[in-house]
Every structure is written in structure tokens, then in C-alpha cells.
């Protein structure tokens, strides 16, 4: 095409915009399709009809490909993954040093050697029968001695017998003492009801019965004495675990002391015998024949293993 030829064709098309543009908008007639809002327009319509941006990507981009998949998928599985590794906390299975822990089992069981706080704990409660503590010996001379002890394991929570105007009879009960665990992640001592010891001295009284509360051992006794034990009780205290306040390590500890009842009679002195610290009774002496002339204890350690 020729100079000539393309100015024909521009001045032709500059011809015909000005007579559109002299038209007037009432002269296009009541006939004209106009656009209706149905309200779809306003969701997506940035000021263009834009048909990418109303199907392609607001549709099928946020609501499957991108937002929805990545964000379900990349960050449920990254935080899921990455906080363990980047942060990993007791219970984990994993030792971790630098964080203090001394073990880490990745469970709550509470006596396998590794608390739940990823210290290094106990496996066991037990006695230590290499450490005896006596008691004195309270009453008369006359008699025949006795000498018993609870079975391994177990610490003595009462007793029972017969008493009048002197303690005619005493049998020791024992209580099997251990260390539980009663729930995931915690950690008890538990005693329930053991041997029963035999009985020494006569028939003569009526029956009397001195017993611990739930969970208390004995530690100790007190009464009164002559020639004969003529009054008697036994003090008790619960047997429980604490924990130091800075390390969390666990050990037995002792509750208020509390005292059974009286048995016997009114009358000659007073004694009153404790096991020391951190003991309990476990072994009962003495003289008897018709009745208990003269009663004593000996207490021992208890120690987790």
C-alpha cells in the first residue's frame, strides 16, 4: 500500500468517528440490551469485565490450588513437624541435656526409673533392715520375752488384744507398704492390710483394737507402766512422698502424728516412745505370761530404690 492509499484510509476513519460522536445517547432507542446487577458483578468487578479474574483465579486458585491445599497441607504439616523438632519437651522419647532432662522414656509410668518430669526416679520403696533403732522397753521384769518382726516389706499399722484394769494381750498387725503409681504421671505410697502377727499374754480383759488410719504406719507408742503395761496407744503418720523444691527429686515423707485411743487403766507413770526421723515401727518385744508385763518396738528406715 501506497503513501497515497493510507491517507485515504485515515481520513475515512477520522470521517466516520466524528459522526458517531455527533450522535446523540436518546437516539439509540428504548430497544438497547442494558446490563442487569445481579449483584455477582460488585463480588468481583475491579472496574473491568476482567473474565480471568471472575473464573480462573479467584475460583479455582483460592479455593482448591492454592490457599486451600497449601494452607491445609504445608502448614498443618510444617507446624506439626517443625515445632517438635525445633522445640522438642519432655515426654518426647528423646533425651535432651541442654534442657536439664536426665532421661526421657517418652511415657507417664512413674516408677520404671524415669519420672514423668524427665528426672531420673525410683523403682521401689523398701525397708532398710541393715539400721534397726530400738525403742525402750516399757513395764516389769518378770515375764518370757518375745521378739517378732513384720514380714520384708511390711511395717506394722496396729494391733489388737485385750485390756481391763492392765493390757492383758497384744498381736501386731502388719501393713505391706509400696510405692504406686495410680494414675499416668503420678507417683504414691500405697499400704493395705498384711500378716498378723501371734498374740502374746492372757485371756482376762475384753477386746480392744488400736488401729492406724488408712495409709498411716506406727511410730511410735505411749501408755503408761508399773510391773506391768497398764495403759497403752499407738502413734501413727502417714506415709508419704515430697519432692524438693528446686530438682523435683521425690522422698519419703511423714504426715502429722495422730494418736489411736487408750486402752487399760489409769495409774502408774507415763512413758512415751518415738522411732526417729524417717522410720517406722516394724518389730515388737516384750515379757508376757497371763498378762503383757513389759512392751517394746523397734523401728527401721524406709528408702526408695
Not at 491517507?7 to 459522526?19: R, S
Request: include cysteine; proline fraction near 4%.
Amino acid at each position: 500500500m501506497n503513501t497515497k492509499t493510507t491517507l485515504q484510509h485515515t481520513g475515512l476513519l477520522l470521517a466516520l468517528g466524528l459522526a458517531l460522536g455527533a450522535c446523540d445517547a436518546s437516539d439509540i432507542g428504548d430497544d438497547f440490551p442494558t446490563l442487569e446487577d445481579t449483584g455477582d458483578v460488585e463480588a468481583t468487578d475491579d472496574g473491568g469485565w476482567d473474565e480471568d479474574e471472575g473464573s480462573s483465579d479467584d475460583g479455582a486458585d483460592d479455593g482448591s490450588t492454592d490457599d486451600g491445599a497449601d494452607d491445609g497441607a504445608d502448614d498443618g504439616a510444617d507446624d506439626g513437624a517443625d515445632g517438635q523438632s525445633a522445640d522438642p519437651a519432655c515426654g518426647d522419647g528423646m533425651l535432651d541435656e541442654d534442657r536439664g532432662e536426665e532421661c526421657d522414656d517418652g511415657n507417664l509410668d512413674e516408677i520404671d526409673g524415669c519420672l514423668s518430669t524427665c528426672r531420673l526416679g525410683p523403682t521401689a520403696l523398701t525397708l532398710d533392715y541393715e539400721v534397726s533403732s530400738p525403742l525402750d522397753v516399757r513395764g516389769g521384769s518378770e515375764g518370757i520375752e518375745f521378739d517378732q518382726e513384720c514380714p520384708e516389706g511390711e511395717v506394722i499399722i496396729g494391733m489388737v488384744g485385750r485390756a481391763g484394769a492392765i493390757i492383758d494381750r497384744v498381736q501386731v498387725q502388719c501393713g505391706a507398704i509400696e510405692l504406686t503409681s495410680p494414675e499416668p504421671g503420678e507417683l504414691a505410697v500405697n499400704l493395705v492390710e498384711g500378716t498378723m502377727l501371734d498374740a502374746y499374754g492372757g485371756g482376762g480383759g475384753g477386746a480392744v483394737a488400736l488401729s492406724c488410719e488408712e495409709g498411716h504406719a506406727v511410730v511410735g507408742f505411749r501408755g503408761r507402766s508399773g510391773s506391768f503395761v497398764e495403759r497403752l496407744a499407738l502413734t501413727c503418720a502417714p506415709v508419704m512422698l515430697q519432692y524438693h523444691p528446686e530438682t523435683g527429686e521425690p522422698s519419703i515423707g511423714f504426715g502429722e502424728r495422730v494418736t489411736t485411743g487408750m486402752v487399760g487403766n489409769d495409774g502408774s507413770p507415763t512413758f512415751d516412745s518415738d522411732c526417729p526421723g524417717g522410720q517406722v515401727a516394724t518389730r515388737v518385744r516384750g515379757r508376757s505370761e497371763e498378762f503383757v508385763n513389759a512392751l517394746g518396738m523397734a523401728c527401721r528406715p524406709l528408702v526408695l530404690l
